[in-house]
């Protein structure tokens, strides 16, 4: 096929999708459960401290559009951008869909950022406010000093905390209790909804933009792949600010009509008591949950399946809940590679390509790859609708994301067996996978760089019994950096980490070094500076 040819077809696919949307958008979906079955639990809360509450779905519409009105009445306007940093919260879930109700864009931020990270989050959408919580008042207060105003919640996940003396805030509960006024608008699936930054290979994350179309895309996939129905409870605990929880569970169960449990993060302890009390049927898993719950007595349970990256037998065995395997991006917004779960194939496979979506598998002059064989992931949606509308803010960064004919690349690489089952092999991308985040090398290697201590370095990932990988990077001190110690350069390493990068971002261990491998273009071989490292396998 020609590229122009190509061209044609993906206007006409492109031009379908959004008419699949037509009249749709977030508030129209909440709207559709809110009249069908008002009563019906949306949000169950279970704090680890503090009263526990539930959100049915006409008081999660109502506290939303109130929320909206709040937000309205303060200047906020359709379009407008939402700084949202918050950790797993009711508050989260009405704010977001309060930005939905309002037409502004949510932007869900990491809470373990530094200031660096969110002063740059918010310069980069001109964010005209932020929503947050009384630990990070200060935190958001002086890294953000050009919003326009400061919303701040009366506790932290569940506990009742004060702001700082002396920062300037609006009370949270007092934009809730805004009557109900929102400005007309106009239901357009392909407004813009959301954002979320994400790992890339440059020095700072990229501003992932959804629209409505977006998140619809998300939640009805999303249930089609789990076959969710009124019916189901999810357990979540990882992290709303990160497409998993935010599409996988919480939009998954928005379009089913199910139920979301919410707890703040995960808790070994209070796992199954939350699960049997609640009668979750399922949950997105990491490894990390797997290996905190074996050895635990297992009481009886509702549970179908748990989602996880790959499909696990020994979790069948360990737990007698089926696992199933799933693959997606921030910018894929649900699978694009997902098991079944009658037919789950191979242990540790992904599954197969989603029926929603086109895969190829190549090598890097472009050829197809036969089975058995590793090779580089890409992936073909509509942008706007199944894949991510672009990075918000970086057009250079978009355009490179996608080939000639529309295919985005992943930068992951995976293979294929002979069965068409597709396994995880590695990552194309310099990136590290530290427990459930991605992790670019290039922006740790940008901070040591900048302490101006060292003449070259690199970050690679070393195994890690507990969170996969870790970061620890490789150095060659300049005369600045050899004048001093070790030791003493080590801590000054970490702890401009420290002070410029979320924690999960800080490196472990710094090995200083004469030299360091190149390959034959003289990069720096960083698979052989891997191999050097051993696994960590407890108590680091």
């Not at 977006?214 to 605990?237: E, S, Y």
């Not at 360091?516 to 960083?526: D, F, G, V, Y």
């Amino acid at each position: 096929m020609t590229n122009s040819s190509q061209g044609a077809l993906n206007t006409q696919i492109t031009q379908s999708s959004e008419l699949s949307m037509a009249g749709m958008d977030i508030p129209w979906l909440l709207e559709q459960w809110a009249d069908k079955t008002p009563d019906k639990p949306f949000l169950i809360w279970e704090p680890f401290s503090g009263e526990g509450d539930s959100w049915s779905y006409k008081r999660l519409q109502d506290e939303s559009r109130a929320l909206a009105s709040g937000l309205a009445k303060k200047g906020v306007k359709a379009g407008d951008f939402v700084l949202i940093h918050l950790d797993n919260s009711p508050e989260f879930v009405i704010s977001w869909f309060a930005c939905a109700q309002l037409g502004a864009v949510a932007v869900s931020t990491n809470t373990r950022s530094v200031a660096r990270d969110l002063s740059y989050f918010s310069d980069h959408v001109s964010a005209v406010c932020a929503i947050t919580q009384p630990c990070f008042a200060k935190l958001i207060n002086d890294s953000c000093p050009d919003i326009g105003f400061l919303a701040v919640t009366d506790n932290d996940v569940g506990v009742a905390a004060e702001v700082d003396a002396g920062i300037n805030y609006l009370p949270f509960a007092e934009l809730l209790n805004t009557p109900i006024n929102l400005p007309e608008r106009t239901t357009d699936p392909m407004a813009n909804l959301a954002v979320q930054f994400t790992s890339g290979t440059t020095s700072r994350p990229k501003a992932v933009l959804w629209t409505h179309a977006n998140a619809l895309w998300g939640a009805r996939v999303n249930a089609a792949h789990m076959r969710l129905v009124q019916d189901d409870i999810t357990l979540t605990f990882l992290p709303l600010f990160h497409t998993n929880a935010q599409a996988y569970s919480m939009l998954g169960s928005l379009w089913g009509g199910g139920t979301m449990v919410l707890q703040p993060k995960f808790s070994a302890s209070r796992f199954w008591p939350v699960s049997v009390k609640h009668q979750c049927t399922w949950s997105s898993m990491i490894p990390f949950a797997f290996k905190a719950l074996a050895g635990q007595k297992m009481p009886e349970h509702n549970y179908r399946f748990w989602g996880t990256g790959a499909h696990i037998p020994m979790v069948n065995e360990l737990f007698g809940i089926e696992s199933i395997g799933w693959w997606g991006m921030t910018e894929t917004i649900t699978h694009g590679i997902i098991t079944d779960l009658d037919h789950p194939g191979p242990a540790l496979n992904m599954g197969r390509a989603a029926l929603e979506y086109d895969i190829q598998i190549r090598h890097p002059d472009g050829r197809m790859v036969k089975p058995g064989e590793k090779g580089h992931l890409f992936i073909l949606g509509v942008p706007g609708v199944s894949l991510f509308k672009e990075y918000f803010g970086d057009p250079d960064a978009t355009a490179k994301s996608f080939d000639e004919n529309g295919w985005f690349d992943t930068g992951d690489i995976v293979r294929a067996d002979i069965s068409g089952a597709l396994f995880f092999a590695d990552r194309d991308k310099d990136m590290l996978k530290v427990g459930a985040e991605n992790v670019a090398a290039s922006e740790i290697e940008t901070i040591i760089m900048a302490t101006e201590l060292i003449g070259e370095c690199a970050v690679v990932a070393q195994k890690h019994y507990m969170l996969d990988e870790v970061p620890v990077v490789f150095v060659i001190p300049n005369p600045a950096g050899a004048a001093l110690a070790a030791e003493e350069l080590k801590t000054k390493l970490v702890e401009s980490c420290t002070i410029n990068l979320a924690d999960f971002k800080v490196v472990r261990d710094v090995h200083i070094v004469d030299s360091l491998p190149r390959s034959t273009l003289e990069k720096i071989a960083k698979n052989e500076l891997r191999k050097r490292l051993p696994k960590i396998e407890s108590g680091k």
